[in-house]
């Protein structure tokens, strides 16, 4: 095994111990080290996991400088998702070095990612979708423009942008033609997690477990509460 593949498997091994796949309990710590040893090697996916790990506070306190360091590290290696991250406002302007990397690369404009968009590459057509919805790039925020490149690549399978379109469904409340089916928001994350992509992953391991709670709430109430339960929700719709 080259160094390259020990990496990965460092990796995966990791997103098992985070996630709890395969019957392993979940352990952050335990996700923590393996992901550092993968990204010491070089692995550009365990260096966002990082980056995500320090930003969002999952593993003790919140340290936003780590944080840029490993997605800094991550994009050198050619991650999207850690370009994608620095390309927003997440807090990070007090530190030098991000800043220094903005002059140095500064945020692409709609202007010259529209061609190939139009060419139909997914990968243009996604980074379309984020600037029209964050407002980088282009004039103002544009929530129809975002939905319609996110399509787009989602359509073409591009699990970013499956992933973006959910969320400008749930998150942001962007409706198209009338409230789309929950279960096409659900397919839609369903297709980016079967890809790996992380945060439609921990998104549906949510949705799990509020529908197992609400399950077990149901599950202790009495018929008689249930039946009252029932029907106070018939009376509020009539």
Not at 2 to 9: L, N
Not at 136 to 143: E, S
Not at 206 to 230: K, N, V
Request: charged content about 30%.
């Amino acid at each position: 095994m080259d160094e390259k593949e020990e990496a990965r498997a460092l990796f995966v091994r990791g997103q098992q111990a985070y996630y709890g796949f395969d019957g392993a309990k979940r352990d952050i710590d335990a996700a923590k080290k393996l992901y550092l040893q993968a990204a010491w090697l070089g692995d550009k996916d365990a260096m966002c996991c990082l980056g995500d790990l320090f930003l969002r506070g999952k593993d003790g306190e919140k340290d936003a400088r780590a944080a840029a360091d490993w997605y800094l590290r991550a994009q050198k290696c050619g991650s999207r998702a850690a370009a994608y991250v620095l390309g927003l406002e997440i807090g990070f302007s007090e530190f030098a070095d991000v800043e220094a990397y903005r002059r140095a690369h500064p945020p692409l404009q709609s202007e010259e990612v529209l061609p190939r968009a139009e060419a139909g590459e997914s990968m243009a057509q996604t980074a379309l979708g984020s600037m029209y919805e964050y407002g980088v790039g282009v004039k103002r925020t544009d929530l129809r423009s975002a939905f319609k490149w996110y399509e787009k690549a989602a359509r073409k399978g591009d699990p970013q942008a499956q992933f973006s379109l959910a969320m400008l469904y749930e998150e942001r409340g962007f409706r198209k033609e009338g409230r789309p089916a929950a279960g096409e928001i659900y397919a839609l994350l369903r297709s980016a997690a079967g890809q790996g992509f992380p945060r439609a992953i921990e998104k549906l391991e949510r949705a799990a477990m509020l529908a197992a709670s609400f399950a077990e709430a149901l599950g202790a109430l009495t018929d008689e509460e249930l039946s009252i339960l029932l029907d106070d929700g018939n009376d509020a719709d009539e």
